[in-house]
Every structure is written in structure tokens, then in C-alpha cells.
């Protein structure tokens, strides 16, 4: 099976920009899960989607949204990126039972710049 | 939510020598999970823990989950190169929450 594939791997934005990143999960798994991931707070939870819906979010501001397609796709959006933003953004995709015992399978990230 | 704190935030392990990293949290978790990232890589899940007093073995690596079910422990014998990197524990509450991690070095 295919892996997690998240795109594009690197991304240079400019502050006051917006940006979108994609993830494709492993062919069977219905959630996709968004992590940030920074030397100062490690891995933070942003959302996880299930079958088009949100099921769960993160403590992030409104400048952070996502959505899932029908074909378990996602993407997450970033707008009016700030030089905080910058991060390395990973994407996870489980069967998603909601019960928790689902582990994540990531993908390789897309490590944003904000200048 | 659940919050679990890792300890030691770093390990430098001689080669050949033996270290275990912890997972502490003040509540009761559901279960545990162990991931390890390579510098420049993402996180791949090693295993999870579900039941009280579980002990798993990968080799290697022994995981334990605590008979009160709130901290876990990954014990790594004979460190060896390949080892390098950062292991985190993550536990279940609505959402996967991640330790800050155990980086591990390796002298040679």
C-alpha cells in the first residue's frame, strides 16, 4: 500500500499570504489528522477529519481551517500566515475508530517558511 | 485534557549501553501509544499499550504500561546507531496527544 502523501514538501510564503496543503491518506483510512510541529511545542493537534466532517479540533486561531473530500483526501489552509506559522505541518491518516486505538500513519510533512 | 510529560527531554547513550525513557501523566489514560522520528523524518508508530501492567518487547525495545495505568516506560538494551532519534509517547482524548519527546544520541 501507498503511504501517506502530503504536498507540496517545502513552501516559502510571505507574511500576510495564505496558503493550502494536501494530504492523501492510505487507501482505506477515513480520518486524516493535521499536525503542527515546532522545536518549542512539539507536535500540536489541529484537526482531525472524518468522512467530510470535522470530528475534532485543535487550539489554533480561525486562520487555520481544513476540509476532507469524498475520497478521504484532505487539505488544510493557513491564511494571513504569520512568521509563527512557520513549521513543519504533518498530515496522519487512520481507520479512524474515534476510540483512540487507531495509531496515525504520517506523512513526510510540508515544512513551511513565513518571511 | 490528558497531558503526558516525557522524561529526560534528552539521552546520550554510550553504544552498547543500555536507557529507558518515561511517560507520566496524572490521570488515568485509555492507552499509550510509542512513536520514534529520525532527524528529518516524520513519526512512525512502534506500538501501543492498552492494558494495565502490559509489557510489550520489539526486539530490542521493551514498552510497559503502568499497573495504574498512568505512566509507561520504553527500555532500549544494547543502543546501537540505528537508534538515534525521537520517541514519543501519545495518549487518547478526543485526539492524539503527543509527549514532547525523548531525543536520543548515540556516541559510537
Known amino acids: 500500500k501507498a503511504g501517506v502523501t502530503q504536498t507540496p514538501r517545502y513552501l516559502i510564503k510571505t507574511r500576510g499570504q495564505q496558503v493550502t496543503l494536501s494530504c492523501s491518506p492510505i487507501?482505506?483510512?477515513?480520518?486524516v489528522s493535521w499536525y503542527q510541529q515546532t522545536p518549542g511545542q512539539g507536535l500540536q493537534f489541529l484537526f482531525e477529519?472524518?468522512?467530510?466532517?470535522?470530528?475534532n479540533k485543535g487550539n489554533f486561531p480561525g486562520r487555520f481551517s481544513g476540509r476532507q473530500f469524498s475520497n478521504s483526501r484532505s487539505e488544510m489552509n493557513v491564511s494571513t500566515l504569520e512568521l509563527g506559522d512557520s513549521a513543519l505541518y504533518l498530515c496522519?491518516?487512520?481507520?479512524?475508530?474515534?476510540?483512540?486505538?487507531?495509531?496515525?500513519?504520517f506523512g513526510n510533512g510540508t515544512r513551511l517558511t513565513v518571511t | 485534557g490528558q497531558q503526558v510529560m516525557q522524561i529526560p527531554q534528552y539521552q546520550h547513550v554510550q553504544e552498547g549501553e543500555d536507557f529507558t525513557t518515561y511517560c507520566n501523566s496524572s490521570?488515568?489514560?485509555?492507552?499509550i501509544q510509542w512513536y520514534k522520528q529520525r532527524p528529518g523524518g516524520h513519526p512512525v508508530f512502534l506500538i501501543q499499550?492498552?492494558?494495565?501492567?502490559e509489557v510489550k518487547k520489539q526486539k530490542r525495545l521493551t514498552f510497559q504500561f503502568g499497573e495504574a495505568k498512568k505512566n509507561s516506560s520504553l527500555h532500549i538494551t544494547a543502543t546501537q546507531t540505528t537508534d538515534v532519534g525521537t520517541y514519543f509517547c501519545?495518549?487518547?482524548?478526543?485526539?492524539?496527544?503527543f509527549g514532547a519527546g525523548t531525543t536520543v544520541t548515540v556516541r559510537a
Open positions: 501519545a495518549s487518547y482524548d478526543y485526539k492524539l496527544s
Open positions: 496522519a491518516s487512520s481507520l479512524g475508530t474515534g476510540q483512540g486505538n487507531s495509531p496515525l500513519h
Open positions: 490521570t488515568t489514560l485509555s492507552n
Open positions: 477529519y472524518f468522512s467530510e466532517t470535522q470530528r
Open positions: 487507501s482505506g483510512h477515513r480520518s
Open positions: 499499550l492498552v492494558k494495565s501492567g
